[in-house]
């Protein structure tokens, strides 16, 4: 009996760990993510629609991240945990900036993107901390020195030349068709070879080579929005499908509107459309732009 | 027979992707690619030193004994080379992370010094080259911590069945990871004393 009830106390042990664990990064809800309920609606509001309307002026991504505590993390680790989650801030122009706030351990950081270490310096970043954001703070004036630090973490990156902002929904390329491009990734093989089969069976073998190359021409052009990429590599596609008999439809085992219908469906796969908010109307964020960050940026205390 | 070919051929595509040697090559040029980011931040903290000894300088020129040490520690680390082979030579890491190590007490020994100067302390260059120093400490940590990562994620590969068999086909081995130096050391917290330093004999 004895050892029943020190093996169950072992069991409950381990869930002590538990106890420690570090806290979890909110979900990119919004610019403005306030987990302690210190801004008021009105406040998100104001400030998300401040930072839309840079963004979309500006095209770099600004947010907002404000937190109880980051125990047992300090706020420079949790700092950069939210910011690759939420990866805010263009891919590849990494212009994103990040102000984490927390609140009972009186911290607080700018945490700068790649893009952005030009502009928003650590000594820039200290001094917007020390002297704009803090005296706020200090009075537990929360909204009123978020406003203050925005508006000069927005000013110092207005004077960073940066891309422009790009035209909303626009494609680009971006990781689903990479993936779905990579010549090695055998869902692309067996759609390439369920293509090519079809188009043989139903039309003949030289017509059938020509319009599997023209479906792959389609698919690629659709991805890369290059013509020329999807022509050659469509051209590619046809002269192999017809020297190579790729399969029969014995083997596929199926009548050609079954085996068109499998093709579909190994396409309608997933299409999320390029970048994260730059669409605006869009109610769901999955996340940021897909900017990285590298620990840049400044702490400081209230 | 043809057909026999070609769905061969098909199969041995996709057999080469799960052995693991495209993943394999993958990791190792992002374990370099994140080397070199290592490498890149401790050089963007050795450029820092010379001015932060000038400013500290400034104000507290006795303290000659603990600049010196830093000048000598960053001296060192300017020597050691630090190109993407070290990642090959276990010897040759371990000098370069001990020279880094060497200057990271330096710099904290410096630092903790500076706290019997207030007018240092709130003199703006000194301020903004903290800052300026606290930055880079954690950008090299941030790198550390993708480098640690990606060397993780490469040995599991190199280890796992069955891409280790890969692996030793074409004699990929595991990949230095940072080690703490004195460990025992850091686990005792640093003393801060700020009583006032002695005045140092005449010079």
Known sequence: MLQAKAFLLVLFLCWAPAAFADVAVPPLSGRVVDTT???SSDDVATLSRRLLD????KGSQIA????PTTQPETIEQYSIRAAEAWKIGRKKIDDGALLVIAKNDHKLRIEVGYGLEGALTDVTSRRIIDEVIAPHFKTGDFSGGISAGLTRMIVVVDGEPL???????????DDLGMFLLNPFNPFTILFVLAVAGISRNLLGRLAGSIMAGGIIAAVVWFILGSIAIGVLVGGIISVLSF???IASPSQLGTRPGRGGRRGGDGWSGGWSGGGGWSSGSSSSDSGGGGGSFGGGGASGSW | MRRFLSVLAALATLSLTNCGYNAIQTNDEQIKANWSEVVNQYQRRA????????????FAQQEKDVLLGVTNAR?????????????????AFQKFTQAQGELTSALSRLLVVTENYPQLKSDALFRDLMSQLEGTENRITVARNRYIKSVQDYNVIIRSFPTNLTAMAFGYKEKPNFQVANEKEISSAPKVDFNPAP???AK
């Open chain 1, 37 to 39: 309920g210190t801004l």
């Open chain 1, 54 to 57: 840079f963004e979309k002026r």
């Open chain 1, 64 to 67: 907002v991240l404000m937190v």
């Open chain 1, 163 to 173: 891309p422009a902002p790009a035209p909303e929904a626009s494609h680009g390329s």
């Open chain 1, 243 to 245: 020297f190579v008999e």
């Open chain 2, 47 to 58: 450029d820092l030193v010379p001015n932060l000894v000038n400013s500290v300088k400034g």
């Open chain 2, 75 to 91: 001296a060192k680390v300017g020597s050691v080379q630090a190109t993407p082979e070290v990642l090959n030579d276990p010897a």
């Open chain 2, 199 to 201: 005045a140092a004999p």
